[in-house]
């Protein structure tokens, strides 16, 4: 089994060896068309990161596209990462989330890993807000579960955490075991989920809500908005058209040569600005 590693140094790092090789040892499909995905981490670096505590991304290469994944394992984990990937119809040359969900064990991905995220200032998410909602759609759920893990093994983190998982229906909840588990294992009860399904017909005995999004559901299952001094943050990842709904549109910008995109935060707009949140409460992820 891996081990998790809180401080020791690495002998090699990203920056030495920007692309890398990461050797596929197993998968298993997370909903029918969802893989979790285990890679063994190159040659010479024992964690994806040598801080445990902030966030981790890998940028996946393949045919000149590159997708970024973040990992749902612990960034601490020793020799492996974990990936979440929703299989696509391949594209002309090839797709990035083909490409990998043809992978069998043993064969490989090139891979770079990313530089942290700055939420707001900081890559850092123990204790810096008293309340943190997680609000996500699909494979949106992977970067929480990250933050779930991290927040889960630091011993001083008193964050209260409210998580609302979006999706079409019951079976394409992702990842809904591990957060059920983490959710009964927090200690003091502070993580909190909603699943809410957007599909039809819905069981008379769902126990969640429905519907895509609304200012009662926002209101009732997220941190209330209009904190003093950001106490209170909401981090939203999923489809364009999810964030877009919630948070308003994420900006786009194109750069270097081959006019790479890169993505902005926007301004704050959709239902949580009509709820009342300001810009330093809310990031798009």
């Not at 601490?76 to 594209?91: F, T």
């Not at 081959?258 to 707009?269: A, F, I």
Request: glycine share 10%; with cysteine.
């Amino acid at each position: 089994a891996a081990r998790r590693s809180s401080s020791a140094p690495q002998s090699r790092t990203a920056n030495i060896f920007p692309r890398l090789r990461f050797r596929l040892l197993e998968r298993r499909a997370a909903s029918p068309d969802s893989w979790i995905l285990r890679f063994a981490l190159p040659h010479g670096l024992r964690t994806l990161t040598p801080d445990p505590t902030q966030p981790t991304g890998l940028k996946v290469l393949h045919n000149g596209v590159e997708k970024s994944y973040s990992p749902i394992s612990h960034p601490a984990e020793q020799g492996i990462c974990d990936l979440l990937v929703k299989h696509y119809a391949p594209l002309p040359g090839g797709g990035v989330s083909d490409a990998l969900c043809s992978l069998e064990p043993g064969q490989e991905a090139e891979m770079k890993i990313k530089p942290p995220r700055s939420i707001h200032g900081s890559p850092f998410v123990a204790n810096r807000w008293r309340c943190m909602g997680l609000l996500s759609c699909g494979t949106g759920i992977a970067p929480f579960v990250q933050i779930l893990r991290i927040l889960r093994l630091d011993p001083t983190d008193r964050t209260e955490i409210r998580l609302l998982s979006v999706n079409r229906s019951v079976d394409g909840i992702l990842l809904k075991d591990e957060i059920d588990h983490l959710a009964a294992d927090w200690p003091g009860g502070r993580l909190k989920v909603t699943y809410s399904l957007t599909g039809s017909p819905v069981s008379s005995d769902w126990p969640g809500v429905t519907g895509r999004g609304s200012h009662a559901m926002a209101r009732d299952v997220l941190p209330l908005p209009g904190s003093d001094g950001g106490s209170n943050v909401v981090l939203v990842c999923g489809t364009d058209g999810f964030v877009e709904s919630w948070a308003g549109p994420r900006w786009q910008r194109h750069t270097g040569a081959h006019g790479r995109e890169v993505k902005l935060q926007g301004p704050l707009g959709g239902l949580l600005q009509e709820a009342g949140f300001r810009e330093d409460e809310v990031y798009k992820l």
